[in-house]
């Protein structure tokens, strides 16, 4: 997959074309699973990719299909069984995989693409595959562009939708029509007299990607350029470096960055100190553009002092900016035995023993753990806000395993963001992320 296939509408590339440079590029062997609801994205991705493996069949490549229904219309559970039937006609493997439960009242597109990424994980695992691919496609991409460009999300807007994308440090998802016009999607299910089901949810104008989607169509001349992640992804790799050189983490609780290293690059440190906020913060997203503005303002004009931002105080002393989680609002978390949790967004909690226990932070200070030659102020303000582990109703010792969380990547981690995310995850005591199973991305 090519990093400039996104670039505009004179490098699209056609679905066949698509297809086999992705197959192309993965490392084999490998069992692919592919994410088809029924429309023509999904259904073009996994003919082209049947097709291609029709003609080459020593690849050493397993297709596997997988229809996630989310149960929010009634003709869902119908859909799903033609899809059924399409992947049996092409002799193709097909799952379905229902969202159960209670749906939320708001925020269902946002809930409904955490449960579709988690039953597709989940199967993935129980079938061995070793990548998950999606439609996604050039369409797709510009919607996201001037989605973006509204909500002004400078952090990442220039890259819109990554071409991959690490789920829950399990596997990797691939978008191989990322650089494809559905208008070409659908002519070539067409020359094959292949049919696909319209999604009635993608005409309702509730919904901001339909919105936009309609505005575009109105205004065809009007392109939207689309940066393929190359800058994004060598900004990783500096900011990478400049973590190596510059940064300590102490417990994960304390975050210390040399003085020298905020006269860098100012993008590196902008990049960096953004991801560094949401992690001890325990935050999926960076800090907004304006809240880092303030923060950059701070660290290149103050002697010393403090801020607060996305959760995290800046402490800016003498010789180093050191990073903590503020000692307010966390809330406790208490985990059932046998089970798992998330205690403020930055701890992964595993609780082995036989009872129930609850995590909260110290509050009163609890430094003893961290470096005796930093500042007691710094030590004791970061050791409140660590976690304490207590057995609830009962004398039986803890058995709880504490794991660092690294919210902005941990459960999304696009490939622009590897390299940075690599390093830091070591820092952290964690393993390296997965790597991604293709050889020219």
Same mark, same amino acid.
Request: aromatic share 6%; net charge neutral; proline share 4%.
């Given at each position: 997959?090519?990093?400039?296939?996104?670039?505009?509408?004179?490098?699209?590339?056609?679905?066949?074309?698509?297809?086999?440079?992705?197959?192309?590029?993965?490392?084999?062997?490998?069992?692919?699973?592919?994410?088809?609801?029924?429309?023509?994205?999904?259904?073009?991705?996994?003919?082209?990719?049947?097709?291609?493996?029709?003609?080459?069949?020593?690849?050493?490549?397993?297709?596997?299909?997988?229809?996630?229904?989310?149960?929010?219309?009634?003709?869902?559970?119908?859909?799903? +069984?033609?899809?059924?039937?399409?992947?049996?006609?092409?002799?193709?493997?097909?799952?379905?995989?229902?969202?159960?439960?209670?749906?939320?009242?708001?925020?269902?597109?946002?809930?409904?693409?955490?449960?579709?990424?988690?039953?597709? /994980?989940?199967?993935?695992?129980?079938?061995?595959?070793?990548?998950?691919?999606?439609?996604?496609?050039?369409?797709?991409?510009? &919607?996201?562009?001037?989605?973006?460009?509204?909500?002004?999300?400078?952090?990442?807007?220039?890259?819109?939708?990554?071409?991959?994308?690490?789920?829950?440090?399990?596997?990797?998802?691939?978008?191989?029509?990322?650089?494809?016009?559905?208008?070409?999607?659908?002519?070539?299910?067409?020359?094959?007299?292949?049919?696909?089901?319209?999604?009635?949810?993608?005409?309702?104008?509730?919904?901001?990607?339909?919105?936009?989607?309609?505005?575009?169509?109105?205004?065809?001349?009007?392109?939207?350029?689309?940066?393929?992640?190359?800058?994004?992804?060598?900004?990783?790799?500096?900011? /990478?470096?400049?973590?190596?050189?510059?940064?300590?983490?102490?417990?994960?609780?304390?975050?210390?960055?040399?003085?020298?290293?905020?006269?860098?690059?100012?993008?590196?440190?902008?990049?960096?100190?953004?991801?560094?906020?949401?992690?001890?913060?325990?935050?999926?997203?960076?800090?907004?553009?304006?809240?880092?503005?303030?923060?950059?303002?701070?660290?290149?004009?103050?002697?010393?002092?403090? +801020?607060?931002?996305?959760?995290?105080?800046?402490?800016?002393?003498?010789?180093?900016?050191?990073?903590?989680?503020?000692?307010?609002?966390?809330?406790?978390?208490?985990?059932?035995?046998?089970?798992?949790?998330?205690?403020?967004?930055?701890?992964?909690? &595993?609780?082995?023993?036989? /009872?129930?226990?609850?995590?909260?932070?110290?509050?009163?200070?609890?430094?003893?753990?961290?470096?005796?030659?930093?500042?007691?102020?710094?030590?004791?303000?970061?050791?409140?806000?660590?976690?304490?582990?207590?057995?609830?109703?009962? &004398?039986?010792?803890?058995?709880?395993?504490?794991?660092?969380?690294?919210?902005?990547?941990?459960?999304?981690?696009?490939?622009?963001?590897?390299?940075?995310?690599?390093?830091?995850?070591?820092?952290?005591?964690?393993?390296?992320?997965?790597?991604?199973?293709?050889?020219?991305?």
């Amino acid at each position: 997959m090519s990093t400039d296939a996104v670039t505009d509408s004179a490098t699209a590339l056609m679905p066949d074309a698509a297809a086999s440079e992705f197959l192309h590029s993965l490392e084999k062997p490998a069992h692919v699973l592919v994410a088809i609801s029924g429309g023509s994205d999904s259904t073009g991705l996994l003919i082209a990719l049947a097709e291609r493996l029709k003609s080459h069949p020593h690849e050493n490549i397993t297709l596997t299909a997988a229809t996630i229904d989310h149960g929010l219309r009634a003709a869902s559970a119908d859909e799903a +069984r033609e899809v059924a039937a399409l992947c049996a006609l092409h002799g193709i493997s097909h799952f379905v995989r229902r969202w159960e439960g209670q749906k939320p009242e708001t925020g269902i597109m946002a809930a409904a693409r955490e449960a579709r990424y988690t039953l597709l /994980a989940d199967l993935a695992s129980s079938i061995a595959a070793d990548v998950i691919v999606t439609a996604h496609t050039l369409d797709d991409q510009r &919607e996201t562009m001037v989605m973006r460009g509204k909500r002004r999300l400078d952090d990442g807007a220039g890259t819109g939708i990554a071409d991959a994308v690490l789920f829950d440090r399990r596997i990797w998802v691939v978008r191989p029509f990322l650089a494809c016009r559905r208008a070409d999607i659908r002519a070539y299910l067409k020359t094959r007299g292949v049919s696909w089901l319209d999604d009635p949810s993608n005409e309702d104008r509730k919904y901001e990607r339909v919105r936009t989607r309609m505005d575009l169509a109105r205004e065809p001349a009007a392109e939207t350029p689309v940066d393929g992640g190359a800058d994004r992804a060598a900004l990783s790799g500096r900011a /990478a470096a400049w973590l190596d050189e510059h940064v300590a983490i102490h417990a994960n609780a304390l975050c210390v960055i040399g003085r020298s290293g905020l006269s860098a690059d100012e993008a590196v440190v902008a990049y960096a100190l953004s991801y560094l906020a949401a992690v001890f913060g325990g935050r999926n997203y960076g800090l907004a553009r304006a809240q880092l503005d303030h923060v950059l303002a701070f660290v290149n004009g103050a002697s010393h002092g403090r +801020r607060t931002a996305g959760g995290v105080v800046f402490d800016l002393r003498r010789d180093a900016l050191y990073l903590m989680r503020e000692s307010r609002n966390i809330a406790d978390v208490s985990v059932l035995p046998g089970e798992k949790g998330n205690w403020d967004g930055r701890f992964e909690i &595993e609780n082995s023993g036989s /009872a129930p226990v609850r995590v909260s932070a110290w509050g009163a200070a609890n430094a003893t753990i961290l470096p005796a030659n930093l500042p007691g102020g710094v030590t004791q303000r970061a050791g409140a806000a660590m976690p304490s582990i207590a057995v609830e109703g009962g &004398e039986e010792a803890a058995i709880v395993v504490l794991r660092p969380h690294l919210a902005p990547f941990d459960r999304f981690l696009t490939r622009f963001d590897l390299t940075f995310a690599d390093r830091l995850s070591v820092a952290f005591g964690r393993e390296a992320y997965r790597r991604l199973p293709l050889s020219a991305l």
